[in-house]
C-alpha cells in the first residue's frame, strides 16, 4: 500500500469519526498501515466503541485494531437522539432495557411492519437500550420513518440512526 493511499484512508477515517454526532464527547486517536487502522483514546459508553471500529471499516480497513477505553461500561448512554417530549414513545421514562437479543428482534420486526421503511436495507444492532440503525434507505422519508419506527418498539431508550439516503437505480 502506497503512503499516498494510507493517508488518504488515515483522513477518510479521521473525517468520518470527527462528523459522527455520537462521537463528538470521544477522544480517538487514528493511525493507519498497510489497510489496517488502529483506534486509540476513549469512549463514553460500549456502543460507541463498536461504532467507532464500524466507521473504520466503512471507510476502506482491511483490519480494525480497536484500543479503545470505555469510560462509563456500566451506564446506559444518555441519548439525546430521541427527545423526552418525542410523541408517541411508549417507553417510559427510566424502563429498564430489555434483553439485547429480543429488542434487536422486535426492532427488526416493527421495521418489517411498516411499509415505509425497506428493512431488507437496514442493520439492527442494540446496546444498553439504544437501537443503532446502519445501512441504507431509498428517501429521506424512509430514512426518518426507520428512526420513528424504533423509537417506539418498547424497551428502546434511544436510536442513533446512521442510514445513509441512496436512491435506487
Given at each position: 500500500m502506497s503512503l499516498l493511499t494510507e493517508m488518504g484512508l488515515l483522513a477518510k477515517v479521521k473525517l468520518d469519526l470527527s462528523a459522527e454526532p455520537a462521537l463528538v464527547s470521544s477522544h480517538i486517536d487514528v493511525d493507519a498501515a498497510e489497510d489496517v487502522v488502529t483506534l486509540r483514546g476513549t469512549v463514553?459508553?460500549?456502543g460507541l466503541r463498536e461504532l467507532a471500529e464500524e466507521v473504520a471499516r466503512r471507510q476502506g480497513a482491511r483490519e480494525v485494531v480497536n484500543d479503545l477505553v470505555v469510560e462509563h461500561a456500566d451506564e446506559a448512554p444518555h441519548s439525546a437522539i430521541v427527545p423526552e417530549n418525542f410523541p408517541g414513545v411508549t417507553t417510559p421514562p427510566g424502563a429498564p432495557p430489555s434483553e439485547r437479543g429480543s429488542l434487536e428482534t422486535a426492532v427488526r420486526e416493527a421495521l418489517e411492519a411498516d411499509r415505509r421503511v425497506n428493512e431488507r436495507?437496514?442493520?439492527?444492532?442494540?446496546?444498553?437500550?439504544?437501537?443503532?440503525?446502519?445501512?441504507?434507505?431509498?428517501?429521506?422519508?424512509a430514512r426518518e420513518a426507520a428512526t420513528e419506527v424504533a423509537a417506539h418498539v418498547p424497551g428502546v431508550l434511544g436510536v442513533v440512526n446512521e442510514l445513509e439516503v441512496i436512491p435506487s437505480v
Open positions: 463514553p459508553y460500549p436495507l437496514v442493520r439492527v444492532h442494540v446496546e444498553n437500550g439504544v437501537a443503532y440503525l446502519t445501512g441504507r434507505q431509498d428517501t429521506v422519508d
